[in-house]
Each structure stands twice: as C-alpha cells, then as structure tokens.
C-alpha cells in the first residue's frame, strides 16, 4: 500500500557531501512521520534522522550538525542532506514512513520501507 524509493546514494570520499532523496507513494498523506535508517555491516540498523508531519526533527547523536532532514509534503519526499561525512557514516541508508494509527489509548504502528540506498566513504 506504500512504496518507498530511495536515490542519491554512491562512493564520496571523506568531508565529501552527498543528498538523499526518498519519494513516497500509496495510502500516504503529509501526517506521517518519515525517517531515515541505516544499517552497516555487522551492525543492527539504527535511526539517523526523523521528521513530524509539522516538521519537528530528531538526530542520531553521531550525525547531529552534519546531516538535516526535511520534506517536501507536495511531492511526497523526504531528504537527508549529508556534509562532512566520514568513513563511518558508511552504510546502506533505508527511508522509513509509519502509517499508523490510535485506537483510543493504544498506537498501532505500520511501517514500511525502502530498499534502501548504498552509501560509501571513502578515507
């Protein structure tokens, strides 16, 4: 019901920049929250940046003053700028939208993602 297709990924070398782009499309409004993911070799897939429907945004530490996210509600996209980016920021990079809802008290997420996107840092 939602298809996510992210683009923008490739090999840069370090204190290089590179800028994610993720088109939503399906049973999505600009209320969902959207976020971006990654997930390197070895490691668990962790949350690098999340934005609201009215744009309210959160970081993962590691990237904070590097990388900003934003969306454009009208064309269903959201982006992750990266600058500065370093050897560790190598991963593959997923877009994530939760269509959830509440029924009373309770949350019942729904996600969906990407088939995410290779990001390279070269040193």
């Known amino acids: 019901q939602v298809q996510l297709v992210e683009s923008g990924g490739g090999l840069v070398q370090a204190g290089g920049s590179l800028r994610l782009s993720c088109v939503a499309s399906?049973?999505?409004?600009?209320?969902?929250?959207m976020g971006w993911y990654r997930q390197a070799p070895g490691k668990e897939r962790e949350l690098v940046a999340h934005?609201?429907?009215?744009?309210?945004?959160k970081y993962a530490d590691s990237v904070k003053g590097r990388f900003t996210i934003s969306r454009d509600n009208a064309k269903n996209t959201v982006y992750l700028q990266m600058n500065s980016l370093k050897s560790e920021d190598t991963a593959v990079y997923y877009c994530?939208?939760?269509?959830?809802?509440?029924?009373?008290?309770?949350?019942?997420?729904?996600?969906?993602w990407g088939q995410g996107t290779q990001v390279t840092v070269s040193s």
């Open positions: 934005i609201t429907s009215g744009s309210s945004t």
């Open positions: 994530n939208v939760d269509i959830g809802r509440w029924a009373g008290p309770t949350y019942y997420p729904r996600t969906y």
């Open positions: 399906g049973s999505i409004s600009s209320s969902n929250a």
